[in-house]
């Protein structure tokens, strides 16, 4: 290794040692886009890249990133970039600054993390009305991998809720049948679900069952011919 390359990539690791506070809050997951941005100087123009391995040498090669792993969208000039983030893993980006000559001696190296997505929760309910007595179904199906922890929120009328927790649901039970059979009208709705990866703390849609009271018993008379 060359004096000049040694020199360079120790200059490199300093400066990612030193934006290492910054650097530890570029988290996002996997299908999110982001935006990545720089101040902007009267007369530069900035070009920025992507990198899916750390070891080279960032200041004399092109960015390496597949756009299968990580792409930019709208372009990859200008003080401000957008990039979506396919698969997880750990990335980097290098912009570069050049003035009005197109001379640069100016680059910022910057990391981030692209972890798992977050597991989600969609409930569907059959049939939507019932008497009561009778029993309808809910089905949660779910995004991410298995097994599967969540918790099902159950709201009546007047504002009452109760939550009841899933544990340990494996991928053969997805979607996850619950048989319900309520005295009054509910609301349902997956409040926290987890996965291997995670938890998801945004709620999943809702869906309300309507239960028809019974009718009181009266006599029943057979009219005669």
Same mark, same amino acid.
């Given at each position: 290794?060359?004096?000049?390359?040694?020199?360079?990539?120790?200059?490199?690791?300093?400066?990612?040692?030193?934006?290492?506070?910054?650097?530890?809050?570029? %988290? %996002?997951?996997?299908?999110?886009?982001?935006?990545?941005?720089? =101040?902007?100087?009267?007369?530069?123009?900035?070009?920025?890249?992507?990198?899916?391995?750390?070891?080279?040498?960032?200041?004399?090669? @092109?960015?390496?990133? @597949?756009?299968?792993?990580?792409?930019?969208?709208?372009?990859?000039?200008?003080?401000? %970039?957008?990039?979506?983030? /396919?698969?997880?893993?750990?990335?980097?980006?290098?912009?570069?600054?050049?003035?009005?000559?197109?001379?640069?001696?100016?680059?910022? !190296?910057?990391?981030?993390?692209?972890?798992?997505?977050?597991?989600?929760?969609? /409930?569907?309910?059959?049939? @939507?009305? !019932?008497?009561?007595?009778?029993?309808?179904?809910?089905?949660?199906?779910?995004?991410?991998?298995?097994?599967?922890?969540? /918790?099902? =929120?159950?709201?009546?009328?007047?504002?009452?809720?109760?939550?009841?927790?899933?544990?340990g649901i494996p991928s053969t039970n997805n979607p996850y049948v619950i048989t319900i059979s309520p005295s009054t009208d509910m609301t349902y709705t997956v409040i926290e679900v987890t996965d291997i990866y995670g938890t998801q703390k945004k709620p999943?849609?809702?869906?309300?069952?309507?239960?028809?009271?019974? @009718?009181?018993?009266?006599? !029943?008379?057979?009219?005669?011919?």
């Amino acid at each position: 290794m060359s004096i000049l390359r040694f020199n360079t990539l120790a200059l490199l690791m300093l400066m990612l040692l030193a934006l290492a506070p910054a650097i530890a809050q570029n %988290v %996002v997951y996997e299908g999110e886009t982001s935006n990545l941005a720089v =101040e902007q100087r009267p007369g530069d123009t900035y070009e920025w890249e992507l990198y899916d391995n750390g070891t080279v040498n960032f200041a004399t090669v @092109p960015g390496n990133c @597949p756009p299968a792993s990580a792409i930019f969208v709208g372009g990859n000039v200008g003080a401000s %970039v957008n990039v979506q983030w /396919i698969k997880p893993g750990i990335y980097f980006f290098k912009v570069t600054a050049r003035d009005a000559a197109g001379c640069t001696n100016n680059i910022k !190296i910057g990391m981030m993390e692209v972890k798992h997505a977050l597991p989600t929760a969609t /409930i569907t309910l059959s049939p @939507p009305e !019932i008497c009561e007595g009778e029993k309808a179904t809910i089905e949660v199906n779910f995004t991410g991998a298995a097994p599967w922890d969540f /918790i099902l =929120e159950s709201k009546d009328r007047y504002g009452n809720t109760t939550t009841k927790q899933y544990t340990g649901i494996p991928s053969t039970n997805n979607p996850y049948v619950i048989t319900i059979s309520p005295s009054t009208d509910m609301t349902y709705t997956v409040i926290e679900v987890t996965d291997i990866y995670g938890t998801q703390k945004k709620p999943s849609n809702s869906v309300t069952l309507m239960v028809h009271p019974l @009718p009181q018993k009266t006599p !029943i008379y057979i009219k005669k011919p």
